[in-house]
Every structure is written in C-alpha cells, then in structure tokens.
C-alpha cells in the first residue's frame, strides 16, 4: 500500500480495512501514527574545482555538478542573470553540466548562482565566479622574407609558426 500526497513535517493517523469482491469488509486495523519528515533543500556540489576558472574567447568549458533532492523529487535547475555566457543542462545520473561558452559573452570577469529548486520552491545556489579573456591578434616573429617561384602551378611549404605566435593557443 503506497499513500502519495503528504504534506512535510505532519503527523497523519492511518488505519486500514479490507473488502472482498462479495463486498465484505474485514476489521479495521490498528491505528498507526506517521510523521512525515521536513522537506530538505536541494543539494549542489560540483565534480570538480570550480574555482579560479578562466576562459579563453575561443573556448567552451563544461563544469559538471551532482545536483539531487534528498527527497528524490524533480528539480528545476537554472543559472542566474549574472553568468554572461553560461547555461546549465541535466545529464545523466544525476549530473548536470554547466557550460560557459565564451564566444558568446564578452569578455570580462562574471559572478552569479547555480540555482536548483524542488517540487516545494525550496532553492539551493551555488556561487560562481569565471573570467572570460579577451582575444589577442596574432604577433608576428620575424619577417618571411622574399620568395620566388621558379614556375606556374609550383607548390613550397613552411612552418609558420617560427613566424607567428598566438597568445590565445
């Protein structure tokens, strides 16, 4: 016998009877006292270091966090306005990913909340903190010099990365 629907942090008085198909009711049970637990905030904690984190402007990141309900409900999960860049996504086993991509933020240092909420609109927040770097032009090493092809269709290669660097990788 499943009862559903209780409310937390409440004492219920359950007895039970049965019935036959002829329609005959057996005695009444014993009656048995319940108190239902209290609801417990969601709960947030992330599958790695979270902190320091820094993004180039090229660059996404994927930072996965356990996020459950004690109680197993569903849960809701957002992030707040102040994660430029940022979106979260449930994966499995009770993961969910937080994604900043920073092709899409402008560059900058941002601060804000993971925020996973139950049945209940009980919350829980993470706090987070990212830096997204800005792109830097390519620097030219040296200079490549002249070059002479010594006929149509003719193909040459080489390294030019002993003539430029890229800060951003």
């Given amino acids: 016998l499943a009862v559903s629907g209780l409310e937390f942090e409440h004492d219920y008085y359950l007895c039970i009877a049965a019935r036959d ?3 005959n009711l057996s005695d009444w049970s014993d009656i ?5 637990e209290a609801n417990h905030l969601p709960v947030i904690v992330p599958d790695q270091d979270v902190k320091n984190i820094v993004v180039k402007s090229h660059q996404s990141v994927i930072l996965p966090f356990h996020i459950y309900d004690p109680e197993g409900g569903e849960l809701t999960v957002s ?3 102040g994660l430029s860049g940022a979106s979260v996504k449930r994966a499995e086993g009770g993961i969910w990913n937080l ?7 402008n560059p900058g240092s941002y601060s804000g909340e993971l925020i996973a909420t139950d049945i209940e609109n009980m919350s829980s927040t993470y706090r987070i903190e990212y830096e ?9 090493l040296k200079e490549i010099g002249n070059l002479l ?5 003719m193909t040459f290669g080489f390294d030019l990365t002993e003539y430029f660097s890229d800060p951003d990788g």
């Fill in 21 to 23: 198909y002829a329609g």
């Fill in 79 to 81: 992030v707040s306005k």
């Fill in 99 to 105: 994604s900043i991509t920073a092709t899409i933020a």
């Fill in 132 to 140: 997204i770097l800005p792109n830097s032009a390519p620097v030219k």
């Fill in 149 to 153: 092809s010594s006929g149509s269709g």
């Fill in 32 to 36: 048995r006292h319940v108190h239902t």
